[in-house]
């Protein structure tokens, strides 16, 4: 079983006309277009997230189509939403209250580079209070600096303990050491390895073990090779076939209790 | 067609090792033609003669699969200019400048006298970039409107972040190249969407990534014939300026 723990989806907008091609250079998907793109690749399983996450206004009709993509796929995809830091402490809890209360999403995604905020605040505190309620996931863009750098990451890990937190990237292509010290200390951190380099996943693996590792392309509104890049590599590392399943899909199952 | 890897790192470093003949045997197992080697971490950032000489003496025995990129550590100042010098007198084919590893920001004019050497010798220059205010592809560009006669090959393409600077930079600068390691399919799109193709320059960036697997990657988004000889092959003659073995 395959599960690519990072992926993201095309949400049409209300009244807007589509763009020819998205920044990718590619058609902008629909659903059935993102599940055949995965089907090429032999992913059983996908993490959705949307591509937007700038606009803030857009986040609650957002929330609730990724909802239901969820109940619409279940036990296919899992679609994480996302609220904005910026908003007052009470719409941020109601916010998140709204996406948990009722099934179809999994977990909240941030791109804090994108997003323009801390990690190291009481709005996010409270984004930790309320996820770790629900007992759902945080994750995160990560690896870019200033606010979501590796160690910003695993501060936010260590600040919430009761907290599960997914690092979204690895620390990307220079950031990921920072986790081979800091990781291993925390259960509640783990590490998608859509970004570090062939050796650096390879290090990750061999420091921190397979549990905490979970495969994840960043692909679905790009070309299918971007996921197809990122299982040749974990399929190329230095380890058992039993860590490999780990790190492609059964870490992932146990961290939102797939079955 | 032949396929030419523009960036590899040989040597027995702190943080990586490859030897030359693992080098060769991984070149001929990805189909690869010819590499050209710089040396790595502790022999880039001070240990530059050393590293210069083993990056040599790979060269002087594989002449048709090898060749070599010097690097010199800007903050040893006449030294290193001498040793620049030294090392592309005994064989090596180009400048290579890692600002992360040897603390400096590359649009700092300490690497000037490195670039005047570069220019009279008339070789290229690759320097590292990615890396926030530190190795940005608006600093590779200022360097190659600054010295319009040396080609720039812009390291890992300002990967992860800078994509959309890397093919902006690309605009100003004819004398400046792009090489596709530490990039995936993405960012090889947002090139060919972008008209970049031309400038494109295929590396590994071995042994932090493996040869094999990067060519698969490429190939997966590049289908075009004419597309895949520039960026194995014609790009990186282009920017060596035609001066390889091959």
């Keep these: ?112 580079i994108r997003q323009g905020n801390t990690l190291a605040s009481e709005e996010m505190d409270v984004v930790a209070e309320e996820c770790e309620r629900f007992d759902v996931p945080v994750f995160f863009h990560d690896g870019s600096p200033e606010y979501c750098s590796a160690v910003q990451i695993a501060y936010y890990a260590k600040k919430h303990p009761g907290l599960k937190v997914i690092s979204g990237h690895g620390g990307l292509r220079e950031l990921w050491p920072d986790y081979l010290n800091t990781a291993d200390k925390l259960d509640n951190l783990y590490i998608c390895l859509s970004g570090p380099p062939q050796s650096g996943i390879q290090k990750l693996y061999e420091v921190l073990g397979p549990e905490k590792l979970l495969f994840g392309s960043d692909g679905g509104i790009g070309h299918r090779a971007v996921t197809a890049a990122y299982i040749r590599r974990i399929q190329k590392m230095d380890a058992p076939a039993g860590h490999k399943e780990l790190i492609l899909g059964k870490n992932a199952a146990r961290l939102l209790n797939i079955v | 067609m032949k396929m030419i890897d523009s960036h590899v790192h040989l040597g027995n470093g702190i943080k990586m090792q490859l030897d030359e003949d693992t080098l060769i045997k991984n070149m001929d197992h990805a189909g690869i033609d010819l590499a050209i080697a710089c040396p790595m971490d502790r022999y880039l950032a001070v240990y530059n003669r050393e590293g210069n000489e083993f990056i040599a003496g790979a060269v002087r025995s594989h002449p048709d699969r090898l060749m070599g990129m010097a690097s010199v550590n800007p903050w040893f ?80 393409a300002g990967a992860s972040d800078y994509y959309n600077d890397t093919v902006r930079a690309l605009e100003f600068a004819q004398n400046l190249y792009i090489e596709s390691s530490r990039n995936g399919p993405a960012n090889f799109c947002h090139w060919q969407i972008n008209g970049a193709v031309d400038r494109v320059i295929f590396g590994s960036n071995a042994p932090e990534y493996h040869q094999d697997i990067e060519i698969l990657n490429i190939l997966d988004v590049f289908t075009d014939t004419a597309e895949r000889e520039k960026i194995f092959e014609k790009n990186i003659r282009r920017a060596y300026k035609g001066r390889m073995p091959l």
């Design chain 1, 1 to 112: 079983m395959i599960i690519d723990a990072h992926t993201h989806i095309n949400i049409p907008e209300d009244g807007e006309e589509a763009a020819a091609l998205n920044p990718y250079g590619m058609p902008n998907f629909d659903i059935g277009d993102y599940l055949a793109s995965f089907d090429a690749n032999h992913v059983d399983k996908c993490f959705v997230f949307s591509h937007d996450f700038n606009i803030e206004s857009r986040f609650p009709r957002y929330n609730q189509w990724l909802s239901e993509l969820g109940n619409d796929h279940k036990g296919r995809l899992f679609p994480f939403g996302c609220i904005c830091p910026f908003w007052s402490i009470a719409r941020i809890r109601s916010e998140i209250r709204r996406c948990f209360e009722s099934p179809g999403l999994y977990g909240l995604k941030f791109v804090p």
């Design chain 2, 77 to 156: 100042g006449k030294a290193a200019c001498e040793e620049l010098e030294r090392a592309l007198s005994d064989g090596l084919s180009g400048l290579k400048l890692h600002p992360v590893l040897q603390g400096f920001r590359l649009s700092d004019p300490i690497v000037y006298p490195l670039l005047e050497i570069a220019n009279k010798a008339d070789v290229p220059v690759y320097v590292h970039t990615g890396t926030a205010g530190i190795a940005e592809p608006f600093q590779a560009l200022g360097l190659a409107l600054d010295f319009p006669c040396i080609n720039f090959i812009m390291g890992h």
